[in-house]
C-alpha cells in the first residue's frame, strides 16, 4: 500500500461517473438486498464487520452464533462444508425470490465498504446471476488450476469468501450436491464453477477485476487507500475499481486490520479519527474503581530506574486498587525496587516481587504475573517494562476508558523513529514499516490504531486474559520469539485485536543496550544514548531560560563574565561522588603525568574526566550546552568545544586552599560550582580577575561561570577557609 491519499479530486470524480453510469446503464428497482454470513462467535473480527454493516445502513443476517464449528481449521486446513449446511438450513425461506440478492461474505475477516445502492448496482451491471469473488491463486486443490478458463485481464481464480447472487440461483448453487461438514467450501464452489454446464444454468462468473469483493491474499500491492468526500474506500490501482468488500484472506489479515483503521468511516484527513469515541466505558457509572495489576519488568540494565518508579508511583489512580508484581533480574536494581517498596508498599493493595535470586527468565516470570493477576481477581493487567517513562499520570484512566481488550499507550525514543508498535510485519513475523508508520509515530495522524504488535506497556482486559490463556494452557507468552512477541502472536492467531492510541503524550521508551552498572551513578553516562532524560535529570531548568535570554539578561558579575544555571543539584552530586568514589586525586605538584610533556604550571588536586571514563560525555556537553550561551555573549566568535583539560578540582584549608594568579590555555573557560559555599559547605573560595578588580564570590551550586581565557582575564582562586569546595572545570578550544 502507498499513501492514504492519492488523489482526491481524481478519485472523486471518477466515483462520481462509475456511480452515474451504472445506474443509468442499469436498474436495481423492486430489488432488496440481504447479507447474510455464517460466524459461531463474536470475535473482534466479527465486530467490526458488524460495525461496518451498520455503517452502511445494510441488512444482516447470522447464521450459526453460539453454535459448535464442526467445520475443521480452514486456518490451518481444509474445511468448512459445515458454513453451507448451515446456509442451506437457514436460506429456505428465500428459495424462491427472484426479487432479493443475497451477499454472502466470511465475517471474521471482512469489511464491507459500500451501501446497498452501489453494491446492486455493481452486480446488476455484472449481467451474471451467481457472482463469486476471484483472487491469484487456487485454493485447495492446485490441480485444478488448468481447468479454469482463460482469463486476459483480471484475477483468474474462484475464492468463496465473497458471493453474491439472486436468492433463488443461490440456494440451486447451494444444493448442487450434499457436503459433509468436514469438506471444503472453497471446493464445492470451484467444481460449480468448472463445471461449465452448471456455470452456465447458474449464471456464474467471477469477480475478476474485483469491482465488488476484494481478496486481498496475493493482491496486497495492487491496492491503495483513497478518500472520497466523507469516507476512506480501498481502490485496486490494478484494474481501477472500487470494492465494496474487503477481505483478508489466507495471511492477509494484518492488512486487513490496517485497512479498517481508515475503511470505511474510521481516521480521515479531514475529519481525524471518528472511531475513538466509540463504546467508552463510564467509569463514574461503576461501583468500584477496577482492579488493576501493574506489572512491571526488570530483565536486564535499565537508566533512570528511580525517576520511572517516582513516575509509577504518580499515576493517577487509587493505589488500594493496584496490586504491584515486580520481576527483577538486576542485582543492581535491586537497590531501587527495595526503596521504592519501601516508601509505597503499604499504600497498594497487594505487592509481590521476584528478586534475581529467584532465577526465573523472563518468559516465565510473565506468565507468572498473568496467572497471579487471574487469581487475584484483577479486572485488567497494566504490564510495563522498565527502560519506560510514563509521563502522563492520567494513563490509567485514560486507557480504561477506551475499552479496548488489549490496548497500548504510544511511546516513542525520542530523535528517532522508533515506538513501541509495528504496524506491520514480514513473513518471519518481525518489523515491517507500515506505510503510515512514521504519520502515526510522529502524531501526524492522532486516533487509536489496530496494530499486530504491541510492547512496552499495554493494558489488558483480564477478560480477554482469561480467553487467550485458555487457548495457550495458561502460558500466553510463550513461544519461539521473545515474550511480547510470543504474546501478539498468540493474540493474533486468537484473532484479537491489539490497538495503540497516539491521541496524548503519554512518555516515552529508553535504549537500554550497554547500560554501565558499575559507576554508583550510571545515568550520567547516558548523555547521548538517552538525552531527554539525562537533561531531565541533569539539566538545570533555568539553563533553558539562560539560552532564550537576551544577553543584557544574563549575569555579568565582572566584565566579559557571564554566569548562569546549568546543572541540577543531583548532577553536582553525582560528579563530586563519581571523582570521590575513584579516589585517585592529584598531588597539587608540577609534575604531572596525566598531561603532554608531564609538567603543570599551576597545579591543582583535581581529577580529570578522562580517569573516570567521561572525556567522551563531557566533550558532548561542552559542544550541547554552554556552548549555546557562549556564542551568546560573544557575539561572532563560534566555539569549536574542543578540549584536552577537563576536571573536578577540590580546595581544602590543610590541602590546597588557593590558586596563584595564571592565564588559563583556553579560549574560554567554563568552572562549574559543585557545592555550595557561605558555610554550606565550605567558606571562602570564589575567583578574583585581577585586571578589572572584581572576584566572583559565593557561586549557586550548579551555576556556571564562562570567560576568555587568555590574555585578559588573568585570575586566581581565592582561599577556602573551611570545608571542602568543588569545582569543575574545562579549558575550551586551546
Known amino acids: 500500500m502507498g499513501k492514504l491519499v492519492s488523489n482526491v479530486v481524481r478519485i472523486v470524480v471518477s466515483f462520481l461517473f462509475v456511480t452515474f453510469h451504472l445506474s443509468s446503464a442499469t436498474s436495481t428497482e423492486g430489488l432488496d438486498l440481504l447479507i447474510i454470513t455464517v460466524a459461531t462467535d463474536e470475535t473482534d473480527g466479527y465486530l467490526r464487520f458488524k460495525q461496518s454493516i451498520d455503517t452502511h445502513g445494510l441488512n444482516l443476517r447470522v447464521f450459526g452464533m453460539n453454535e459448535e464449528w464442526l467445520g475443521g481449521d480452514v486456518s490451518m486446513n481444509t474445511g468448512g462444508g459445515h458454513k453451507l449446511n448451515l446456509l442451506k438450513q437457514g436460506l429456505v425461506e428465500y428459495k424462491d425470490r427472484d426479487d432479493l440478492v443475497l451477499f454472502f461474505t466470511d465475517s471474521y475477516d471482512v469489511i464491507f465498504a459500500a451501501n446497498k445502492e452501489e453494491i446492486l448496482s455493481k ?15 487456487v485454493w485447495p486443490d492446485r490441480s485444478l488450476k488448468k481447468k479454469y478458463p482463460y482469463v486476459e485481464h483480471g484475477y483468474p481464480y474462484l475464492c468463496s469468501g465473497g458471493i453474491i447472487g439472486y436468492a433463488s440461483t443461490y440456494w440451486k448453487a447451494l444444493n448442487a450436491w450434499p457436503v459433509k461438514n468436514n469438506e471444503d467450501d472453497q471446493l464445492f464452489y470451484t467444481l460449480i464453477y468448472l463445471n461449465e454446464t452448471l456455470r452456465n444454468e447458474l ?10 469483493i476484494q481478496n486481498l491474499n496475493f493482491a496486497q500491492t495492487d491496492v491503495d487507500i483513497v478518500e472520497i468526500e466523507n469516507q476512506a474506500r480501498l481502490k485496486n490501482e490494478k484494474f481501477n475499481t472500487l470494492p465494496c468488500v474487503i477481505h483478508g484472506n489466507g495471511p492477509s489479515k494484518i492488512l486487513l486490520n490496517r485497512i479498517g483503521n481508515y475503511v470505511p468511516k474510521n481516521w480521515h484527513s479531514d475529519y481525524g479519527c471518528r472511531q475513538c469515541d466509540r463504546n467508552l466505558l463510564d467509569l463514574s457509572a461503576l461501583e ?14 535499565v537508566p533512570f530506574l528511580n525517576e520511572f518508579f517516582d513516575r509509577i508511583s504518580k499515576l493517577d489512580y487509587p493505589k488500594s486498587r493496584i496490586n504491584i508484581f515486580i520481576y527483577n533480574q538486576v542485582e543492581e536494581a535491586e537497590k531501587s525496587v527495595h526503596f521504592f517498596l519501601l516508601q509505597k508498599r503499604s499504600q497498594y493493595n497487594k505487592v509481590q516481587d521476584l528478586d534475581p535470586h529467584a532465577h526465573i527468565d523472563e518468559i516465565t516470570a510473565r506468565n507468572i504475573a498473568l496467572h497471579k493477576s487471574l487469581d487475584n481477581e484483577c479486572d485488567y493487567q497494566f504490564s510495563v517494562n522498565a527502560n519506560t517513562q510514563l509521563t502522563n499520570p492520567n494513563v490509567l484512566y485514560f486507557l480504561l476508558r477506551k475499552n479496548r481488550k488489549i490496548i497500548a499507550p504510544m511511546l516513542y525514543r525520542p530523535r528517532t523513529n522508533w515506538g513501541n508498535f509495528w504496524g506491520a510485519l514480514n513473513e518471519d513475523g518481525y518489523y515491517l ?122 549575569t555579568q558579575p565582572c566584565p566579559d563574565v557571564f554566569m548562569f544555571p546549568i546543572f541540577t543539584e543531583t548532577m553536582a552530586d553525582h560528579l563530586v561522588d563519581t571523582m570521590n568514589d575513584f579516589g585517585k586525586w592529584s598531588n597539587g605538584q608540577n609534575e604531572d603525568e596525566r598531561i603532554s610533556g608531564g609538567y603543570e604550571n599551576v597545579p591543582t588536586r583535581d581529577i580529570h574526566m578522562n580517569q573516570v571514563g567521561y572525556e567522551k560525555e563531557w566533550l558532548h556537553l561542552l559542544k550541547h550546552y554552554p556552548s549555546r550561551i557562549v556564542e551568546k555573549v560573544y557575539p561572532g566568535f563560534y566555539t569549536k568545544a574542543s578540549s584536552i583539560m577537563m576536571f573536578v578540582v577540590k580546595y581544602r584549608p590543610d590541602e590546597q586552599p588557593f590558586l596563584r594568579p595564571h592565564h588559563d590555555a583556553s579560549t574560554w573557560t567554563m568552572n562549574v560550582a559543585l557545592n555550595s559555599g557561605g558555610g554550606v559547605d565550605y567558606e571562602g573560595g570564589g575567583c578574583n580577575f585581577i585586571r578589572y578588580n572584581c572576584s566572583v564570590l559565593n557561586i549557586p551550586k550548579g551555576y556556571a561561570m564562562i570567560h576568555p581565557g587568555r590574555l585578559t582575564h588573568y585570575h586566581e582562586g581565592l582561599y577556602t577557609t573551611k570545608g571542602t569546595r568543588y569545582i569543575v572545570v574545562s579549558f575550551v578550544d586551546p
Not at 203 to 212: P, R, T
Not at 288 to 301: D, G, K, R, S
Open 123 to 137: 452486480f446488476v451491471a455484472s449481467k451474471s446471476k451467481l457472482m463469486v469473488s476471484a483472487e491469484n491463486t
Open 203 to 212: 449464471g456464474m462468473k467471477l469477480d475478476h477485476k474485483a469491482e465488488l
Open 288 to 301: 468500584y474503581h477496577p482492579l488493576i495489576q501493574i506489572a512491571i519488568f526488570i530483565p536486564y540494565p
Open 433 to 554: 514499516r507500515a506505510p503510515d508508520y512514521l504519520s502515526i509515530i510522529s502524531r501526524n495522524r492522532v486516533g487509536v490504531w489496530n496494530v499486530p504488535y504491541i510492547s512496552e506497556v499495554y493494558l489488558s482486559k483480564a477478560s480477554a486474559l482469561r480467553e487467550i490463556s485458555a487457548q495457550t494452557n495458561r502460558d500466553v507468552y510463550n513461544g519461539v520469539f521473545e515474550a511480547d512477541m510470543n504474546m501478539c502472536a498468540n493474540m493474533r492467531k486468537k484473532g484479537m485485536f491489539m490497538y495503540v492510541t497516539n491521541e496524548l503524550e503519554f512518555g516515552r521508551t529508553l535504549y537500554s543496550e550497554g547500560v554501565q552498572t558499575v559507576p554508583r551513578h550510571p545515568d550520567m553516562w547516558q548523555i547521548t544514548s538517552n538525552p531527554v532524560d539525562w537533561e531531565d535529570k541533569y539539566i538545570h531548568p533555568g539553563f533553558w531560560n539562560t539560552v532564550q535570554s537576551e544577553i543584557t539578561d544574563i
